[in-house]
């Protein structure tokens, strides 16, 4: 009975040190609600800084590129043109593969790099100046790659058919060609002379007595008789003269 009442005395003791404080915890968390609310203003002011200074900049690169004459959207919409076709599946498929084969290119690249000295001296015993001929290529692709060849590239593909007809026509054939080259040569050598008015009648009677004359005159007759076959047989007239 004595025990009994000792711990119930003991337990009554003890109950004021132990029981709960709401408005502390309260206050407790106030303070460090607080806190917090000044911790996230500050980074908040410190983000909005940092975002102030990289605008800044951004701009300033931007205006220095469009300075030098760079045209920075259009730039931006290649660069996410690259970045679609970079993250499609086939492509990074293709990127892995190469990525896994950087290892083993050095020894590839010397291999190469043995293989176009070997390819270089063989020239150069030859003969061949190499590092003219590379020039003259370095030339030549600037040439090829130049607006007006590009242009000329275009039309010359947009009419694929009139170009494979007149390879087919036998106007390239080795024959035809030295015709061509001759007829070249004449029309170089007449350019070169000095005349008067064509002759008349009686002179072209004359001319008919040399026999270049004759030969070309043959030639030519013989040219307009296939020609008119020619016409003939794909069903084509000569365009009619002009009143």
């Given at each position: 009975m004595i025990e009994g009442t000792s711990a119930s005395r003991s337990a009554q003791g003890a109950s004021p040190e132990l029981a709960p404080d709401p408005a502390g915890s309260l206050r407790r968390i106030e303070a460090s609600l607080a806190r917090l609310e000044q911790r996230l203003a500050a980074a908040e002011a410190q983000a909005a800084?940092?975002?102030?200074?990289?605008?800044?900049?951004?701009?300033?690169?931007?205006?220095?590129?469009?300075?030098?004459?760079?045209?920075?959207?259009?730039?931006?919409?290649?660069?996410?043109?690259?970045?679609?076709r970079l993250t499609d599946p086939a492509v990074?498929?293709?990127?892995?593969?190469?990525?896994?084969?950087?290892?083993?290119?050095?020894?590839?690249?010397?291999?190469?790099a043995d293989g176009v000295d070997g390819v270089v001296a063989r020239l150069r015993a030859s003969g061949i100046d190499v590092e003219a001929r590379a020039r003259l290529l370095g030339r030549a692709m600037e040439r090829l790659t130049s607006p007006e060849a590009l242009e000329l590239l275009a039309a010359v593909l947009s009419r694929l058919d009139a170009v494979r007809g007149v390879l087919e026509?036998?106007?390239?054939?080795?024959?035809?060609?030295?015709?061509?080259?001759?007829?070249?040569?004449?029309?170089?050598?007449?350019?070169?002379?000095?005349?008067?008015?064509?002759?008349?009648?009686?002179?072209?009677?004359?001319?008919?007595?040399?026999?270049?004359?004759?030969?070309?005159?043959?030639?030519?007759?013989?040219?307009?008789?296939h020609f008119g076959r020619s016409l003939k047989e794909h069903g084509l007239t000569l365009p009619a003269r002009a009143p």
């Open positions: 800084a940092a975002v102030g200074v990289a605008t800044d900049s951004v701009d300033h690169l931007v205006a220095d590129a469009r300075a030098r004459g760079v045209d920075v959207d259009a730039r931006l919409r290649l660069a996410l043109r690259l970045a679609e990074a498929t293709a990127l892995e593969a190469m990525l896994a084969m950087l290892p083993q290119a050095p020894a590839a690249v010397a291999i190469a026509s036998g106007v390239l054939d080795p024959a035809t060609t030295k015709v061509v080259g001759t007829a070249g040569q004449a029309l170089v050598r007449t350019a070169r002379e000095r005349f008067d008015d064509g002759p008349g009648a009686l002179g072209v009677l004359r001319a008919l007595g040399d026999g270049d004359v004759r030969a070309a005159v043959g030639f030519t007759l013989r040219f307009a008789k």
